[in-house]
């Protein structure tokens, strides 16, 4: 039977792979794709305390969870996608200036 533990481990390892990714990276999709891995490891937080938290019956018997973590888990993948569509944007910009997409050019950017 899978527990809550399994799924707050999960989230552990793809919030340390996300940070990881994050730390290592200098292409900025790289970095994208490690704040998407941060914000899906919420997402099974969320979701995994909306499955095992309960406000006293099961939902399968009319019960209701005690956190509603859909509703936050779905706000989170609303706001992942605007986050991208923005970050894209950003980058294609920034290589038509460029001619790249390392973060390390970035530098020039600032006066």
Known sequence: MIGLGHFLTLSAILFGCGVATILTKRNAIGILMGVELILNAAN???????????????????????????MFAMFIIVL????????????LNFYNHFSTIDIERARMLSG
Not at 49 to 67: H, K, L, T
Not at 84 to 91: E, R
């Open 44 to 70: 099974v937080n969320l979701v995994a305390f909306n499955r095992f938290s309960w406000a006293g019956e099961a939902v399968a018997q009319g019960g209701a969870p005690a956190v509603d973590g859909l």
């Open 80 to 91: 992942a996608a605007a986050e991208a569509a923005i970050a894209l944007a950003i980058f």
